[in-house]
C-alpha cells in the first residue's frame, strides 16, 4: 500500500460526492434520505469545489481514490470566545474507504485538512463528529463543545414555498 495525499480539484467531484454517500451509509443514515440528499449535495458542491471555496484532501492508493476529507469557510460573528475574529473552518466528509482502514489514513486526512485551514488564516475550526469518529477526533486534540441543533419542518414537507 502506496497512499498520497492531495488536494482535491474538480476532478474529484463524483469520488468525493461518493465518500459521503459511504459516510452517512457507515452513520447508519435512512437510504431515502441518503437518496434524497445525493442530487442537491451535487449540485452544492460542484461551483464550490470548481471557485474554491470547498477545499480537501485527496487520498489515494496506487492512483484510486481512497478517502477525503474536505473544508470549507464560514463567516462567523466575532464573539468573547474569539472577539477578534469573524470567520472559522468547518471539516466535514472525512471518509475512509472501509478496506483501508485503521491504518492511519484518517488521522493524516485530519492532520492536512486542518494544516490548509490554517494556512488561509483560521484560527477556529468545528466539525461534527459521528459515534465512530470521535475517538479519533478526540485523539487529534479536539473537544467537544456546547453546540445543539434544531431542524425545522422542510417548506416541502408543509404545502409552502421556501423564501428566499
Partial sequence: MTVTYRLSNPGDLDAICRHRVEM???M??????????????RQWLEPRLADGRYFGITAE??????GHAG??????PP???LPITDQRG????VHVAADHRRRGIASELMTRIEQEIKARGIIY???????AGGPLYQSLG???????????????????APRK
Avoid at 447508519?28 to 449535495?41: E, T, V
Avoid at 492508493?61 to 481512497?66: H, L, N, S, T
Avoid at 468547518?90 to 466528509?93: K, L
Avoid at 479536539?142 to 409552502?160: C, V
Fill in 24 to 26: 452517512f451509509e457507515d
Fill in 79 to 81: 464573539g468573547p470566545r
Fill in 90 to 93: 468547518y471539516i466535514f466528509n
Fill in 28 to 41: 447508519g443514515a435512512p437510504q431515502d434520505k441518503i437518496d434524497a440528499m445525493f442530487d442537491p449535495f
Fill in 125 to 131: 475550526i468545528a466539525l461534527h463528529a459521528s459515534e
Fill in 71 to 76: 473544508g470549507f469557510i464560514l463567516d462567523w
Fill in 61 to 66: 492508493d496506487e492512483g484510486k481514490d481512497i
Fill in 142 to 160: 479536539w473537544t467537544p463543545t456546547s453546540e445543539l441543533a434544531k431542524i425545522f419542518e422542510a417548506a416541502e414537507d408543509n404545502g409552502e
